[in-house]
């Protein structure tokens, strides 16, 4: 079975870090863009920073210049540095890849069964 295992979610201060970890594991053939997005209470889901295979990252505004996504195509994962932490961060946390199963399939896209950031002092 194919799936996306997210790690890293947690409690932490205003000001402090979190590294977010997601594996793709199953039998796939090729991952194309790997991202992050999140969503808060009362809030849509939204964008938070993606990576392309060779490594081009795409960004939120609201998180520029303090995350930052990276992946190691080696062992199908893709991380989420996140520093210097605000309140307005906590979020569900969502891991998506786009994966190819079969030479003869499409690329779809796969979702993280989320995990909780909280920002709090």
């Known amino acids: 079975q194919v799936r996306l295992v997210e790690s890293g979610g947690g409690l932490v201060q205003p000001g402090g870090s979190l590294r977010l970890s997601c594996a793709a594991s199953?039998?796939?053939?090729?991952?194309?863009?790997m991202g992050w997005y999140r969503q808060a209470p009362a809030k849509e889901r939204e964008l938070v920073a993606t990576v392309s295979p060779g490594g081009g990252t795409n960004y939120a505004d609201s998180v520029t210049g303090r995350f930052t996504i990276s992946r190691d195509n080696a062992r199908n994962t893709v991380r989420l540095q996140m520093n210097n932490l605000k309140p307005e961060d906590t979020a569900i946390y969502y891991c998506?890849?786009?994966?190819?199963?079969?030479?003869?399939?499409?690329?779809?896209?796969?979702w993280g069964q989320g995990t909780q950031v909280t920002v709090s002092s």
């Open positions: 199953g039998t796939i053939l090729s991952i194309a863009t």
């Open positions: 998506t890849a786009s994966l190819l199963l079969t030479r003869y399939s499409n690329y779809e896209d796969y």
